[in-house]
């Protein structure tokens, strides 16, 4: 197994700098996801692992060593598109086989290697197929075979699971952490999908900017997030929020704008809150509960605007004074649109943030 360290990276195109100074440490055997939405430079930092795009600072180290300036197939790397870049002419067995033969591995070798790989990924009954015979799942597991018979020290993954329908999204990236359970190889993984970062993933690198602004283990990401960023970007349906002005005196509260006070006893503040600063509150829409007297709470009143059957639960949408939000509830609960109700969260629960900065307090 093989560690991955990144230091003061920096890239840019042209006067447009899209990482700089960043900072990661791989360790051995460990599933990284990179996270982030469109244009954040997760693609850009896995391409400088990769050795696919040249740096203008920093350095790439892949098994205590600099590999920075080492071509792409010399840094010990097998990566994986989001395109299945299949050679259209040649079978399943022949594209699993054509690097191999064109490093002059020797043919007992790619036997064992490729009879390997297709058991792992249960492709044998494909191996004599073209890839126009193949359905989208098939041609992405050819793919990843492709990675796997290099027997590579790190696997790189932009986005593997992207062209697939939802069900064979779920499929694949069940298998995938069952593959990194079996072979115990680094894997570092980009995605926009944060439901496969959060499954995937043993850490989550949340990016915006071309920073990172958050890593840490998915529970961690979703629990306590470090800003409003990377609250409010993972979570389905996402994060609710509630702004207001803080006052301290007896017990911590969030003074909304049409006078609610939300009562915050029981959240552990960072440093001592500080009477008059603008704060916001993040809830999460199973944290708040209707008509459940929860301890240190407030009873804060909601009108229904909108209810949204999920299935194996439902969504109920309204606001709080001016904000929106929403409540995730049971399938069996029955609201009806412009129902007045109570709601209820726990304090210890919820996260509050800077209104300014962002920052988690």
């Keep these: 197994m093989t560690s991955v360290s990144i230091r003061k990276l920096g890239v840019s195109f042209g006067h447009l700098s899209v990482l700089s100074d960043l900072d990661l ?3 051995e055997g460990e599933f990284i996801v990179l996270l982030g939405p469109s244009g954040c430079g997760k693609s850009t930092l896995l391409n400088a692992v990769a050795g696919l795009l040249d740096i203008d600072a920093g350095q790439v180290w892949i098994d205590g060593k600099n590999v920075t300036w080492e071509e792409p197939k010399d840094r010990g790397i097998g990566m994986v598109f989001q395109s299945y870049a299949l050679y259209p002419r040649m079978t399943v067995k022949g594209n699993l086989t054509f690097g191999l033969q064109v490093a002059r591995v020797a043919k007992d070798e790619i036997e064992r290697r490729v009879a390997r790989v297709a058991a792992l990924l249960q492709i044998e009954p494909l191996l004599n197929r073209r890839p126009s015979e193949l359905s989208g799942g098939q041609r992405q597991r050819v793919a990843i075979g492709r990675a796997l018979v ?16 939802a069900k064979l999204r ?5 298998e995938l952490k069952k593959l990194h359970m079996k072979l115990g190889s680094t894997m570092i993984y980009v ?6 970062a959060l499954t995937l993933a043993d850490r989550v690198a949340v990016m ?4 990172i602004q958050q890593l840490a283990t998915p529970k961690e990401i979703y629990q306590r997030p470090l800003n409003r960023f990377v609250a409010g970007f993972v979570g389905s349906p996402a994060m609710n929020f509630i702004s207001g002005e803080l006052r301290v005196n007896s017990d911590p509260l969030l003074v909304c704008a049409d006078g609610v006070a939300i009562n915050l006893t029981g959240y552990k503040f960072a440093q001592p809150p500080v009477s008059g600063r603008k704060a916001v509150v993040g809830i999460r829409p199973e944290q708040i509960h209707i008509g459940e007297k929860l301890e240190a709470s407030t009873a804060l009143p909601l009108e229904l605007a909108l209810v949204e059957p999920m ?32 709601v209820y969260f726990q304090p210890s629960m919820a996260s509050v943030f800077d209104a300014e900065s962002g920052d988690r307090l």
Excluded: M, Y
């Design 25 to 27: 440490d791989v360790e």
């Design 150 to 165: 290099r027997e590579a020290d790190v696997f790189l993954f932009d986005e593997p699971l992207s062209n697939l329908d």
């Design 170 to 174: 779920t499929e694949l990236r069940v």
């Design 191 to 196: 995605t926009h999908d944060q439901i496969e």
């Design 208 to 211: 915006h900017g071309g920073v």
């Design 311 to 342: 299935g194996a639960d439902s969504l109920l949408w309204g606001s709080i004074g001016a904000e929106s939000v929403s409540i995730r509830v049971g399938p069996d609960d029955t609201h009806r649109i412009g129902e007045k109700v109570d």
